[in-house]
């Protein structure tokens, strides 16, 4: 079973995005490699900021973190969505944790030349203790949550195993 610590930022994206996909990849099933989205992710995140080193919070895995304490993330999408400010959130969460008191979060979005500022204030911290508690009570669900309706599934690497008959 998860642990508050191991709570990480796919977990938080997969909460916001479908609790039995976060009930799915919790009990260790792996389809992302059949992703193409996964791939086309992976590869812009390859490509447009080599030049700076991964921060590796075990459970998180940050791009870097600039000289004023904001928490800096690619992200393959082309604009900020809810999961994304999740993601962002805990991150910041996870480094205050840590002892790292950061300011928020940067996130960039190359394919739009977009970037978007979260400030971690109080607000943000109470809904990334709340997401975390969300992770947990999702992964104690003795069933599979039910399926969202089939037109939020586009692109999820789960639909042949949710919705082959
Ligand atoms: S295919 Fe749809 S219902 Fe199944 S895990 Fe993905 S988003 Fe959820």
Same mark, same amino acid.
Request: charged share 25%.
């Given at each position: 079973? !998860?642990?508050?610590? +191991?709570?990480?930022?796919?977990? !938080?994206?997969?909460?916001?995005?479908?609790?039995?996909? /976060?009930?799915?990849?919790? =009990?260790?099933?792996?389809p992302e &490699?059949l992703?193409?989205?996964?791939?086309?992710?992976? $590869? %812009?995140? +390859?490509? #447009?900021?080599?030049?700076? #080193?991964?921060?590796?919070?075990?459970? @998180?895995?940050?791009?870097? !973190?600039?000289?004023?304490?904001?928490?800096?993330? %690619?992200?393959?999408?082309?604009?900020?969505? +809810? *999961?994304?400010?999740?993601? *962002?959130? &805990?991150?910041?969460?996870?480094? &205050?944790?840590?002892?790292?008191?950061?300011?928020? $979060? !940067? /996130?960039?979005?190359? *394919?739009?030349?977009?970037?978007?500022?979260?400030?971690?204030? $109080?607000?943000?911290?109470?809904?990334?203790?709340?997401?975390? $508690?969300?992770?947990? @009570?999702?992964? #104690? @669900?003795?069933?599979?949550? +039910?399926?969202?309706? =089939? #037109?939020?599934?586009?692109?999820?690497s789960?639909?042949?195993?949710?919705?082959?008959?």
């Amino acid at each position: 079973m !998860i642990s508050y610590e +191991d709570v990480g930022g796919v977990h !938080i994206k997969y909460l916001h995005h479908c609790h039995r996909q /976060l009930w799915l990849y919790l =009990r260790g099933i792996r389809p992302e &490699h059949l992703s193409s989205t996964v791939q086309l992710g992976e $590869a %812009v995140h +390859d490509t #447009s900021y080599s030049r700076h #080193s991964p921060v590796d919070l075990g459970a @998180a895995r940050l791009d870097f !973190i600039d000289g004023e304490r904001w928490v800096h993330e %690619v992200k393959s999408s082309a604009r900020p969505g +809810d *999961a994304d400010r999740a993601q *962002a959130y &805990h991150y910041c969460h996870q480094l &205050h944790r840590f002892g790292i008191d950061v300011e928020g $979060a !940067i /996130l960039h979005y190359p *394919a739009t030349r977009r970037t978007q500022r979260f400030p971690y204030t $109080a607000e943000a911290a109470a809904q990334a203790e709340t997401d975390i $508690a969300q992770v947990l @009570a999702v992964a #104690s @669900a003795p069933a599979s949550p +039910d399926r969202l309706p =089939r #037109s939020r599934c586009r692109g999820c690497s789960f639909t042949d195993y949710c919705w082959t008959e």
